[in-house]
């Protein structure tokens, strides 16, 4: 039995639809298990190689866990639990929060929205006096 992958068992629960702070917290104490195995292993004096293999073999299949969390629908993310109504909510929430997000970007952004709006306005008076000599050049020209 090989290794095991923490990143990928972490992927796989977060695929099928398991919440991410169950899925972590479950990444990570399987890997404290891991890796508890293996110090247990090398104070019985076995390689380093041998006792990595018998700590997943202990562990057992990656595959048992995540079919064995993914039957369990509490642990599920409430979009897998409530599919309908996640098609609803998102799109609404959405919309609620695309008008703030400008507010709270140009909160975080303020002194250069600041310098950008001085330079349009330099910019606006300068093209106004501009305009206003080529008038009065065209009136009195």
């Not at 104490?29 to 006792?51: P, Q, T």
Request: hydrophobic share 50%; proline share 5%; with cysteine.
């Amino acid at each position: 039995m090989r290794e095991p992958d923490f990143n990928d068992l972490a992927a796989r629960l977060l695929q099928s639809g398991i919440a991410p702070r169950h899925a972590h917290r479950t990444v990570n104490e399987i890997r404290d298990h891991y890796d508890d195995l293996v110090d247990a292993a090398l104070e019985e004096g076995v390689s380093r190689r041998k006792a990595r293999l018998r700590a997943a073999h202990e562990l057992g299949r990656i595959d048992d866990l995540v079919a064995e969390m993914s039957a369990r629908r509490e642990l599920k993310t409430w979009a897998f639990r409530y599919p309908r109504a996640a098609i609803v909510v998102y799109p609404l929430a959405c919309l609620a929060v695309l008008p703030v997000a400008p507010v709270f970007a140009g909160i975080a952004n303020a002194p250069l929205l600041a310098r950008w709006g001085a330079s349009l306005l330099a910019a606006g008076l300068f093209t106004a006096a501009l305009l206003l000599v080529l008038q009065l050049s065209i009136l009195f020209g």
